[in-house]
């Protein structure tokens, strides 16, 4: 069903726009040089490491700034393959690793692999091998160089073939919580949620590709945390996912979703030594409910962190939860500036991502955009004006290209 246009509206509103867009108040580009230093900078007990504690309240959230995507990655925008109803994509996550984009569909159990282009690769059945994925893969790792998909489930890793989506093996993992497997070397390295309650005794570990561990990083490191909930008991640490940036060769970020009351620290782990070392935290973070919670992310040029309000009433199918993301901020490492933004696809006129929530694992920042909120998207910002002549073309180009039966479109890019 092609979308019908008024291009008569739109024209009238640009032609206008145009005429008044030295006073549309859009930047071009921002710096956050100009922005007040809003963290501070804290030498670690062992003498060679600094800990960046980011103030919550120096942040002025009543009027945040456009902050341009391009400074925060360099990325593309994809679409994604369709013409057949089997390789649509839906709502939720799309994750970029390397030279592939990869969704995952818990109510279908399967996971559709694309290259970066866009090109349908492969369907993964869930239901094939031991276990299914219904509700229970916490996450999915391609490892390029053997062609292989890696699904992780509460118990257990599933091994599959890239190209073709053939069930190869399993990896049993015991008992796990939120896990993630990544290739390091010629092993497996694997993050997951410590959870006190459930007594897990790894929340870091290395093991060979049959799932042998040879090191590992304890849970009970978190478990010291000051978190107190009167419905739960002291020190209970809830729901949590590692988020995993390989940045560096030699260590990986560790970070994980805060929802009770807990701040937390993004850690380096360094897999060389065992070490996990704090990075970055912040201070005075002021919850509204129980329900809200935090995510902390880091680049090599700067600190991120995204707060989320969500509804306290279950939604359906799954007693899921509507996920509105409330502020969000970013602070330059070496500065330590940092103000709360509104990040904008500055390739589309600074078009706001608004409540839409962006996946960053593995280094890969992705954006998943179903047509329809794409063209709303596109028309909320021609509607308001303030683009230039090639950046009217350009989008006005872009929404007349985009049809209601398109597969979805990913914005993706590598972190700065």
Not at 49 to 61: E, G, N, P, Q, T
Not at 111 to 118: A, S, T
Not at 120 to 135: L, R
Not at 339 to 347: E, G, M, P, R
Request: charged residues 25%; aromatic residues 14%.
């Amino acid at each position: 069903m092609k979308k019908i246009v008024s291009y008569i509206t739109f024209f009238v509103i640009e032609t206008f726009s145009m005429l008044q867009s030295c006073q549309s108040g859009i930047e071009d580009s921002l710096s956050l040089d100009n922005y007040p230093i809003v963290a501070e900078r804290i030498p670690l007990d062992n003498g060679t490491d600094s800990l960046i504690v980011v103030d919550y309240d120096k942040f002025d959230f009543d009027h945040p700034i456009d902050f341009p995507l391009s400074e925060y990655c360099d990325y593309e925008i994809v679409k994604l393959e369709g013409g057949s109803k089997s390789i649509m994509v839906g709502a939720g996550d799309v994750f970029a690793q390397g030279n592939y984009l990869v969704w995952y569909d818990f109510i279908t159990q399967r996971i559709l692999v694309f290259d970066r282009k866009g090109k349908y690769i492969s369907t993964i059945n869930g239901k094939d091998g031991p276990g299914n994925f219904e509700m229970l893969c916490q996450s999915v790792y391609i490892d390029e160089e053997n062609e292989i998909v890696y699904a992780n489930l509460i118990r257990r890793t599933k091994v599959y073939d890239l190209k073709t989506g053939e069930f190869k093996r399993s990896i049993d993992q015991g008992q796990t919580y939120y896990l993630t497997s990544i290739p390091y070397k010629d092993k497996l390295l694997y993050l997951q949620t410590p959870v006190e309650l459930l007594r897990f005794e790894k929340a870091i570990w290395i093991a060979d590709k049959e799932g042998k561990v040879e090191q590992y990083f304890p849970a009970s490191y978190f478990w010291k945390m000051d978190i107190v909930d009167s419905t739960i008991g002291d020190n209970f640490w809830t729901d949590a996912k590692p988020v995993v940036l390989d940045i560096e060769k030699d260590y990986f970020i560790y970070s994980l979703f805060h929802n009770l009351t807990v701040q937390d620290s993004t850690y380096h782990y360094y897999p060389a030594t065992n070490k996990l070392i704090p990075s970055a935290t912040q201070v005075n973070y002021k919850k509204k409910s129980d329900s809200d919670y935090y995510v902390q992310e880091e680049t090599p040029s700067y600190y991120s962190a995204i707060y989320i309000e969500r509804s306290a009433k279950p939604l359906p199918p799954y007693g899921t939860y509507k996920y509105i993301v409330g502020k969000r901020v970013i602070v330059d490492k070496k500065t330590l500036k940092g103000s709360a933004i509104n990040l904008c696809v500055d390739q589309l006129g600074m078009i706001n991502i608004g409540q839409d929530y962006w996946t960053t694992l593995h280094g890969d920042f992705c954006l998943n955009l179903s047509p329809d909120i794409l063209l709303q998207r596109i028309e909320e910002r021609l509607n308001k004006g303030g683009l230039d002549g090639d950046e009217w073309l350009k989008l006005r180009t872009l929404y007349d290209s985009i049809d209601d039966d398109d597969n979805n479109y990913v914005i993706v890019g590598k972190l700065k």
